[in-house]
């Protein structure tokens, strides 16, 4: 296969959302995990709290988590884990990997 058919076909090649299938989440309305717009921080906090509260039941919390952290998703709760949360994980990862 030449390079330029190798890199189209790696650009064709869609994410697995197989994992999605299991998710605890399904179903579920989609503004407990995004919340609403102007959301202040009193609501925002027990609204997390409850998304979190699903997450932790979720049998692919890590598939999920896993995925929010490899992808610019910037909102939301993802694994179980809100946007500052991501961010701190995702660094944590980069030094782990930049360490081995
Ligand atoms: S971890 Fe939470 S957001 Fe992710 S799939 Fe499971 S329930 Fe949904």
Do not use: H
């Not at 090649?13 to 309305?29: F, H, M």
């Not at 992808?71 to 939301?76: D, L, M, N």
């Amino acid at each position: 296969m030449s390079e330029v058919r190798r890199q189209a076909a790696a650009l064709l090649q869609r994410p697995n959302w197989g994992w999605q299938d299991e998710a605890a989440c399904r179903g579920r309305e989609v503004v407990l995990f995004f919340g609403p717009d102007g959301e202040r921080q009193p609501e925002r906090e027990i609204r997390e709290r409850k998304a979190k509260t699903v997450c932790a039941a979720c049998p692919v919390r890590a598939e999920c988590l896993t995925y929010a952290i490899s992808r610019p998703e910037k909102y939301g709760t993802w694994g179980g884990l809100n946007e500052d949360e991501r961010s701190s994980e995702r660094r944590r990862r980069m030094r782990r990997a930049n360490a081995a």
